[in-house]
C-alpha cells in the first residue's frame, strides 16, 4: 500500500522559512516519478506549488522562495519555503504520479501552513 507523510508544516511569521517533508512508502522506482507540491487555502482550488521530474517548475507566485528537492534513496521530497507571506497560507499536499498503463497518482494527506504576525 502506497502512503504519502507529511510532516513540517505549522506557525511562522511573515518572513520566516518552513521546510515541508513527504516521505513516500510503497512505491516502486520512486525515481521515475513526477514529486510535486500543491496548496489549497481557505474558498480556493487546489494549486500547483513546484514540481520536480528531469526539471523543476515553479508557480509565479513562489519562485525565488520555495525551493523543491527530493531523495530518491529515501523516497522523500521536500518544499524549503523562505520569505514566507500571509497569503502562503494555506493546506500543502505533495504529490507523487507516473504517466503509463495505468498511470499512478498518489497524494499526501496534507499539512497546515500558517503564515502570521
Known amino acids: 500500500q502506497v502512503q504519502l507523510v507529511e510532516s513540517g508544516g505549522g506557525l511562522v511569521q511573515p518572513g520566516g522559512s518552513l521546510r515541508l517533508s513527504c516521505a513516500a512508502s510503497g512505491i516502486v522506482f520512486f525515481s521515475t516519478y513526477t514529486v510535486g507540491w500543491y496548496r489549497q487555502a481557505p474558498g480556493k482550488q487546489r494549486e500547483l506549488v513546484a514540481s520536480?521530474?528531469?526539471?523543476?517548475n515553479y508557480a509565479d507566485a513562489v519562485k525565488g522562495r520555495f525551493t523543491i528537492s527530493r531523495d530518491n534513496d529515501k523516497s522523500t521530497m521536500y518544499l524549503q519555503m523562505s520569505s514566507l507571506k500571509p497569503e502562503d497560507t494555506a493546506i500543502y499536499y505533495c504529490?507523487?504520479?507516473?504517466?503509463?498503463?495505468?498511470?499512478?497518482?498518489?497524494w499526501g494527506q496534507g499539512t497546515q501552513v500558517t503564515v502570521s504576525s
Open positions: 520536480s521530474s528531469s526539471n523543476t
Open positions: 504529490n507523487a504520479a507516473r504517466v503509463g498503463v495505468p498511470p499512478r497518482n498518489y
